[in-house]
T-cell receptor, first 116, second 114 residues
Framework: KAGVTQTPRYLIKTRGQQVTLSCSPI?????VSWYQQTPGQGLQFLFE???????NKGNFPGRFSGRQFSNSRSEMNVSTLELGDSALYLC???????????????FGPGTRLTVL | SQQGEEDPQALSIQEGENATMNCSYK?????LQWYRQNSGRGLVHLIL?????REKHSGRLRVTLDTSKKSSSLLITASRAADTASYFC??????????????FGAGTRLAVHP
């Protein structure tokens, strides 16, 4: 099976702009999660989508939003970009549909966002 | 805030030596996972250990979990230069209902020299 893909891989934006990142999960995986990685804060959970519904959300401002489509592909959007939004944004998918703790996450290569 | 704290922050060893990384966490968990990241790229899952397990092996990897101390360790035996990467532990903070949310530690940067 093909792995998790993320597009674009690199992105440069200026403050105040908005950006949309895309993630295609592994075929058959219905859960898609997003993480932000920065040198200062490390890896932080943004949100998780399952069957087009946001099931879980991290502690990020409302400028960060996402959605999931019926084919499980997901997008995340950051509006009014700030310098501190510069980060590696990682998408992960997993097949788990029931309880028992967080399933193994399969990560994509990430999108490197630079805000100037 | 991060759930896990890893120790050491950086580790430098020679090929063939063993590498041990430790992770501590704060709240109760369903399971704990270890991931590897090569130079700012995506994370690769290494091993998952459930809260009712004490030890798990996968190839050259050995993971232990002590829920009474809220700690875990990752041992890589007979290390290779290709093991050079950052290693992260991640917990799920006892989320229920099938939710997938990982809380990562700060990571250990491992350098294996030929």
């Amino acid at each position: 099976k093909a792995g998790v893909t993320q597009t674009p891989r690199y992105l440069i934006k200026t403050r105040g702009q908005q950006v949309t990142l895309s993630c295609s999960p592994i075929s058959g995986h219905r859960s898609v999660s997003w993480y932000q990685q920065t040198p200062g804060q490390g890896l932080q959970f943004l949100f998780e989508y399952f069957s087009e519904t946001q099931r879980n959300k991290g502690n990020f401002p409302g400028r960060f939003s996402g959605r999931q489509f019926s084919n499980s592909r997901s997008e995340m959007n950051v509006s009014t970009l700030e310098l501190g939004d510069s980060a590696l944004y990682l998408c992960a998918s997993s097949p788990r549909t029931s309880g028992g703790g967080t399933d193994t996450q399969y990560f994509g290569p990430g999108t490197r966002l630079t805000v100037l | 805030s991060q759930q896990g704290e890893e120790d050491p922050q950086a580790l430098s060893i020679q090929e063939g030596e063993n590498a041990t990384m430790n992770c501590s966490y704060k709240t109760s968990i369903n399971n704990l996972q270890w991931y590897r990241q090569n130079s700012g790229r995506g994370l690769v899952h290494l091993i998952l250990i459930r809260s009712n397990e004490r030890e798990k092996h996968s190839g050259r990897l050995r993971v232990t979990l002590d829920t009474s101390k809220k700690s875990s360790s990752l041992l890589i035996t007979a290390s290779r230069a290709a093991d050079t990467a950052s290693y992260f532990c991640a917990t799920d903070g006892r989320v229920s209902g099938g939710y997938n949310k990982l809380i990562f530690g700060a990571g250990t940067r491992l350098a294996v020299h030929p």
